[in-house]
């Protein structure tokens, strides 16, 4: 099973880009990555997700590597809304049904 | 629109109790699923159901029983559970197996 590492925590200013790294050097070719994020306990929020190319939404932009070992997650300008936990994840095609693994995440805060 | 809903948002319930929780989407979507995600961990994928059909058990304690009475409801039937069965139960749905789910708010449960 492709499996997801990312930092434990990170610090980032109010205002300025959050840069949100992540590794998975085991995933497959047809397996995408996903982030996530969880505010306090609320139920996990759908951030982006991709395959191969570079992702932008209105929320973050995903910028996969050409080796799809890692990807970072890109919040443009962060505020203090977006501190919560971040899930980068893969999911996996198991059983004929499709999963999302989620791994130990990101503590994201930003600072004022 | 992408909610789903979930009830009750809060449950405490003994160790001789019956009880259910219950989740709804009015998405169209028709794969659906249930986390569980213990105080500082990630979720856990417990069971998914794909066109009321259930697709994967990932190996829960029968004391859990999963319920798809239709397309857009999903229910989780509790019985004779333990205290460590405490935690948050997340619902998710997603249009297909191979789309992006989208999480509830949860129900935090607590047993005594």
């Known amino acids: 099973d492709a499996k997801t590492t990312q930092p434990p925590s990170m610090d980032c200013a109010e205002g300025r880009a959050a840069n949100l790294p992540c590794n998975h050097s085991t995933i497959s070719g047809n397996e995408y990555v996903y982030w996530y994020r969880q505010i306090h306990s609320q139920g996990p929020q759908y951030i982006i997700h991709g395959l191969k190319n570079n992702e932008t939404n209105e929320m973050a932009s995903l910028i996969i590597t050409e080796d799809r070992k890692s990807s970072t997650l890109i919040l443009p300008h962060a505020t203090l809304r977006d501190t919560a936990v971040y899930y980068c994840?893969?999911?996996?095609?198991?059983?004929?049904?499709?999963?999302?693994?989620f791994g130990q995440g990101t503590r994201l805060t930003i600072n004022p | 629109d992408t909610e789903v809903t979930q009830t009750p948002k809060h449950l405490v319930m003994g160790m001789t109790n019956k009880k259910s929780l219950k989740c709804e989407q009015h998405?169209?979507?028709?794969?659906m699923y249930w986390y569980k995600q213990k105080a500082k961990k990630p979720p856990e994928l417990m069971f998914v159901y794909s066109y009321e059909k259930l697709s994967i058990n990932e190996s829960v304690p029968s004391r859990f029983s999963p319920e798809c009475p239709n397309s857009s409801l999903l229910n989780l039937h509790l019985h004779a559970l333990q205290p460590e069965d405490s935690a948050l139960y997340l619902c998710a749905s997603s249009q297909g197996q191979t789309q992006t789910q989208y999480f509830g708010p949860g129900t935090r449960l607590l047993v005594l």
């Open positions: 994840i893969v999911r996996l095609a198991v059983q004929g049904a499709q999963k999302l693994v």
């Open positions: 998405m169209g979507h028709r794969a």
